[in-house]
């Protein structure tokens, strides 16, 4: 069983930063694919970002390419998302996943375990 716990959400002007932390328990980041995805109001969850347990290889939506940065902690066995240039339209509650095996990387059902979520919200 993994726990996953969020933080460092909140709200932020148009053009600012956030860095988001997901806390994980139950078993090593280091071993286990790593994502975070989001879901604005009235909209499906979307695939945000992804960091491969095996490899440590990271693959994003194009959206969010150039801006955000997915990375973990294996000390601290955490992974998070450090958001840059953040726009209004990356408001959204962000969740953190994990899967031991994941073939496609921006379906939620491929993923075993999910956090809490927790708010962004970017004003203009």
């Known amino acids: 069983q993994v726990q996953l716990v969020e933080s460092g959400g909140g709200l932020v002007q148009a053009g600012g930063s956030l860095r988001l932390s997901c806390a994980a328990s139950?078993?090593?980041?280091?071993?286990?694919?790593m994502a975070w995805f989001r879901q604005a109001p009235g909209k499906e969850r979307e695939f945000v970002a992804i960091?491969?347990?095996?490899?440590?290889?990271?693959f994003y939506t194009d959206s969010v390419k150039g801006r955000f940065t997915i990375s973990r902690d294996n000390a601290k066995n955490s992974v998070s998302l450090q958001m840059n240039s953040l726009k209004p339209e990356d408001t959204a509650v962000y969740y953190c996943?994990?899967?031991?095996?994941?073939?496609?990387?921006?379906?939620?059902?491929?993923?075993?375990?999910w956090g809490q979520g927790t708010q962004v919200t970017v004003s203009s």
């Open positions: 996943a994990a899967a031991s095996r994941v073939w496609s990387v921006d379906r939620t059902s491929e993923y075993d375990y």
């Open positions: 139950g078993r090593a980041v280091s071993g286990i694919n």
């Open positions: 960091i491969r347990g095996s490899t440590g290889t990271t």
